[in-house]
């Protein structure tokens, strides 16, 4: 019989036990911090069947591939990239005092915040969980994760693996619904990770700021894709399709609308149509293709999709035969061919097979208006201009870019990951998640004779003089 999980509910036991055992040891050595990565790495090894079973099972259809690929290997080249990298993470870093200070030396120490608190989302819950994980445990820090109401399964079992490889004081794992989620976002963390939506961010960093607890927020929106023209359609259309599908679309970084160059959008549809049928040939019947996560999330889609049917707009389907599936909430993808800027679909994130396909004349009126929408948290620009593309990275403003493709940049681990304005804020990903889950303590260390003295009250000839030259080369 599974023993019972300690704190189950109780999130300020927890808290307190964390904080204590935090107390007693916080600067863990690396064995120790290799350990832990090395517990949480064994035990995505050997429950990898069951983890995937799980998210299949919340998803109510997500084809093990998928998960694999989405999940669970970008889970394990976390953890693997933190314990080949970590130990250098954790040096001092050198630094120069300025010259007046000379011979004084200083040294960055990256040191534990102490008890992190992670709060992961429904549509990629074991990476989402396992990724900020890495970064906060080879940090040196305790964790406290919250994994979302909306996958059930995942969230016992992996609370419970979790429960028989660690210690209380080490990680816990938290399954309850919103009360729970508001409770957990307003304790008095040392840094608190959140992935979601922007609306829910809003009521987090609410609550994290009572007591000043520093976040990082993954949120969303609305990530553009871009065709440039002369850039190959089929290719284009392929990634694209890829990008938004995958998962059915239920991904903070899927493309949520394209731009192509006015006279060839019934091109790029006739593209996409032929890419979603080759990735899944069975169409909703494909076993590949992954359901919407419940009733309230495809009624969501729904609403949209009839809004922009109402409305007018050109509806294009990218699969033969059946198009949805109620009490299976499954649905298949549709082009939205030039919808009004007025509808939900063009307002709101999509999370979901929906893209509207939005035709352009010259490409400064797509830079125009990406600039004047809220910054996303990806942009995907396909394009051969090496000049244009220069152009549009250093005018444009996103969380992340991948060019000539989607989603991409996310896994690399060398690259940091993070939104800009309404899409987040904070970075994660290798060492730049190591960096956000520790304080770079700043450390100078003066030598017996200090230059400094000379600057010194009582402020006489001397000083004057010394600091009419400091001025001239400050």
Known sequence: MDRPLPFSSDLHAAYAHQRAAFRD?????????????????????????????????????????????????????????????????????????????????????????????????WNYPLYLAVGPLASALAAGNRAMLKVSE????????????????????????????????????????????????????HRVMAAAAANLVPVTLELGGKSPAVVAPGFDLELAARRIVYGKLVNAGQTCVAPDHVYVPRQRQREFAEACARAARELYPAGLGSADYCSIIDTRQYMRLQGMLEQARDAGAEVLPLFAGEQSQPERHRMAPVLLMDPAQSLRAMREEIFGPLLPVLGYDQPEQVLQRINEQPRPLALYWFDDDARRIEHV??????????????????????????????????????????????????????????????????????????IAIMKRWA
């Open 393 to 466: 990275l250093r005018n444009t403003h996103s969380g992340g870019v991948t060019l000539n493709d989607t989603l991409m940049h996310v896994a690399q681990d060398e690259l940091p990951f993070g939104g800009v304005g309404p899409s987040g804020m904070g970075h994660y990903h290798g060492r730049w998640g190591f960096d956000t889950f520790s304080k770079l303590k700043p450390v100078l260390r003066q030598r017996r004779l200090a230059g400094t003295a000379l600057v010194r009250p009582p402020y006489g000839a001397v000083f004057a003089r010394l």
């Open 150 to 201: 909306y996958t059930p399964a995942f969230g016992r079992l992996f609370a419970q693996l979790v429960h028989e490889r660690f210690s209380a004081d080490e990680l816990v794992v938290f399954t309850g619904g919103a009360e729970q989620a508001a409770a957990f976002s307003a304790l008095a963390l040392d840094h608190l990770l959140f992935t979601g939506s922007t609306a829910v961010g």
């Open 25 to 121: 040891d916080p600067y863990p050595a690396w064995p120790v911090r290799r350990d832990r990565l090395q517990r949480l790495l064994s035990l995505l090894r050997e429950h990898e069947q069951a983890l995937c079973a799980a998210i299949a099972d919340d998803f109510g259809q997500r084809a093990r591939a998928e998960t694999e690929v989405l999940d669970l290997v970008p889970s394990l080249a976390a953890l693997r990239h933190a314990l080949r990298h970590g130990q250098r993470w954790m040096r001092a870093r050198r630094a120069s005092p300025g010259i007046w200070f000379r011979p004084a030396s200083a040294r960055v120490l990256p040191q534990p915040l102490g008890v992190v608190g992670i709060i992961s989302p």
